[in-house]
């Protein structure tokens, strides 16, 4: 195992039953659940309300666990992530409230997400779908994916989230 480090994330569903996921706006662009790191001395319940909040600014409500998902890769220099996954309900409309660390929100059904998707939301998302709770899963890595085009900077932000919602 490489160095560890922890963060958290949400599997959230509206009452249509498609799940919250938010496009990260650096690196690879990968669309994953809201959530982030473990800031020192925080538990994870505490950082998955702080940080989903900050990522789609709505208050949200943790249900259960899902899962501790144990991100990790063979044969580079990368930390492994320990991902507490919880399930979660949200308490008002999404937006998003952090365009330095993410470029859309969107609600999408859990058969058809976007992609390139992070390997944690994949599994995760999966196993919240058929009511798993509670598991211990080692996920690995994908190859590393294309890097997408940008979202032009004149473009609004909300526009983004409408067409990608539709």
Sequence with gaps: MNQLTTAVAAVITDPAGRVLVCQQRQGHRLWALPGGKIHPGESPLHAAVRDICEEVGAEVTLVDLVGLYQLTSHGDDLPDVLVHVFRAKIDGEVTVNSPGRISRVCWHDVD???????????????????????????????????????????????????????
């Design 112 to 166: 058809d997400c976007p992609s390139p998707m992070t390997p944690v939301t994949r599994a995760a998302i999966a196993d919240a779908a058929v009511g798993k709770a509670g598991l211990l899963r080692v996920v690995q890595r994908d190859a590393e994916p294309d890097i997408p085009d940008a979202i032009g900077d004149d473009q609004d932000v909300s526009d983004a989230i409408y067409a990608a919602a539709n």
